[in-house]
């Protein structure tokens, strides 16, 4: 099956600073990939989403990139804010199923 | 927010008990999902359904069944629960299985002693 990676396990930046959380996957079936936005005691929540013949997708200060050649992608956060501190989540869906990386906690500081 | 309810949201059990986990959506979606989240792990999934008496196994099914007899409704049962299945359990839908978004509902959080 597939298996997705994520790096790093924890991100500390200053507020106004940029973060970037890094993805890999395995199987070239893999076509579409969100990314999740989970805070303490709730269920991730969608944040953006990019399709295998995308290579960008932006969304105020939130981006993704795609490399379907090295079968990796990419979150952007630009402008940090406190509220962005959770956990994120990429996925890959293969086939009707989900696989998810690990998760990336995103701390802020003010 | 996606209308998705889990009930019980908290569950005490102990080992050898079976469990039952429900999932309710109102909005109509093809398919759901049964995921379990662990520290280091992230989500792995259970087992999906992709319409009614459908259903299919993830990662980590094993010692887990589902049945979903409504559209609206995804049932998980741990048939005879271990401190291992000690875990958050999300249920998500999604209007189509390949490349359609998944809304995830709140969580329950179960403790097997």
């Known amino acids: 099956g597939e298996n997705v990676e994520q790096h790093p396990s924890t991100l500390s930046v200053q507020e106004g600073d940029s973060a970037v959380i890094k993805c890999t996957y395995s199987d070239s079936a893999s076509n579409y990939f969100p990314w999740y936005k989970q805070e303490l005691g709730k269920g991730p929540q969608l944040i953006i989403d990019i399709r295998s013949n995308v290579g960008e997708k932006k969304d105020q200060r939130i981006a993704v990139t795609l490399n379907k050649t090295a079968k990796h992608f990419s979150l952007h956060i630009t402008e940090t804010q406190p509220e962005d501190s959770a956990v994120y989540f990429c996925a890959a869906n293969n086939f009707n199923k989900f696989y998810f990386g690990s998760g990336t906690k995103l701390n802020v500081k003010p | 927010d996606a209308g998705i309810t889990q009930s019980p949201r908290h569950k005490v059990t102990e080992t050898g008990t079976p469990v039952t986990l429900r999932c309710h959506q109102t909005e109509n979606h093809r398919y759901m999902y049964w995921y379990r989240q662990d520290p280091g792990h992230g989500l792995r999934l259970i087992h999906y359904?992709?319409?009614?008496?459908?259903?299919d196994k993830g990662e980590v099914s094993d010692g887990y069944s589902v049945s979903r007899s409504k559209t609206e409704d995804f049932l998980l049962t741990l048939e005879s629960a271990t401190s291992s299945q000690t875990s958050v359990y999300f249920c998500?839908?999604?209007?189509?299985?390949?490349?359609?978004?998944?809304?995830f509902g709140p969580g329950t959080r179960l403790l097997v002693l």
């Open positions: 998500a839908i999604s209007e189509g299985g390949n490349g359609e978004t998944q809304y």
């Open positions: 359904s992709y319409g009614v008496k459908d259903t």
